[in-house]
């Protein structure tokens, strides 16, 4: 069964540098997203892409964050300048249509901010 | 404003009963209502899914329901096992937009 992928699983960090975190969705998904999850609190939408562009954004998703389609199969997420309280878990989401279906996450990349 | 509530933080049964978790939601008409289950440092693994005009949807020993008048889905698991144990989190589909999560409960079946 397809699924999404995610790397690295885990991610170490120092406060100011950045991070890229990989996602390669299903291969017929053309919508893709990127969740957050702070430890013990809920999943929290950050960013949704569609047609090679940003289609909705969370007030989380600041000027220090980017989405990139780079190539046909990898949806990438850049933390330019990471702060302690980027530290947690990052979903990658996609679904093959913008409503009437579930969206299939991947199994996360836990960053850790130091 | 906007806000979604799950029933309880956790919730603890005894194995074969049936668990009844809650979501209710004020200020959104999702199209849809999907519930998933999350394991512990693991991605959200989708479960069921409901639309505004169904009533209740099965899979299984998994049964959903949706009152879209009293905004609240119910989420059951009969003959509960403790390999049901995890987080249940109900999601609004808010037509097309992203998906926006509850808090979740936490389910601990007992053997």
């Known amino acids: 069964e397809p699924e999404v992928t995610q790397t690295p699983s885990h991610q170490v960090t120092q406060m100011g540098q950045e991070v890229i975190l990989r996602c390669v969705p299903i291969?017929?998904?053309?919508?893709f997203y990127w969740y957050r999850q702070i430890l013990g609190q809920k999943v929290e939408f950050l960013v949704s892409?569609?047609?090679?562009?940003?289609?909705?954004k969370s007030e989380i998703f600041d000027d220090q964050f980017s989405v990139e389609r780079p190539d046909g199969s990898n949806f990438t997420l850049k933390i330019r300048s990471t702060k302690l309280e980027d530290s947690a878990m990052y979903f990658c989401?996609?679904?093959?249509?913008?409503?009437?279906?579930?969206?299939?996450f991947g199994p996360g990349t836990r960053l850790l901010v130091l | 404003s906007q806000k979604i509530e799950q029933n309880s933080e956790a919730l603890n049964i005894q194995e074969g009963k049936t668990a009844t978790l809650t979501c209710n939601y004020t200020?959104?008409?999702?199209?849809?209502l999907q519930w998933y289950r999350q394991d512990p440092g693991r991605g959200p693994v989708f479960l069921l899914l409901?639309?505004?005009?169904?009533k209740e949807k099965r899979k299984e020993r998994l049964k959903v329901t949706f009152d879209t008048t009293l905004k609240q889905s119910l989420f059951h698991i009969t003959a509960s096992q403790p390999a049901d144990s995890a987080t249940y989190l109900c999601?609004?589909?808010?037509?097309?937009?992203?998906?926006?999560f509850g808090p979740g409960t936490r389910l601990s079946v007992l053997p």
């Open positions: 989401a996609s679904r093959a249509r913008r409503s009437g279906e579930t969206q299939y």
């Open positions: 291969s017929n998904h053309l919508y």
């Open positions: 892409f569609y047609n090679n562009e940003i289609s909705e």
């Open positions: 200020n959104y008409s999702p199209a849809y």
């Open positions: 409901i639309r505004e005009n169904e």
């Open positions: 999601a609004l589909d808010n037509y097309g937009q992203n998906f926006v």
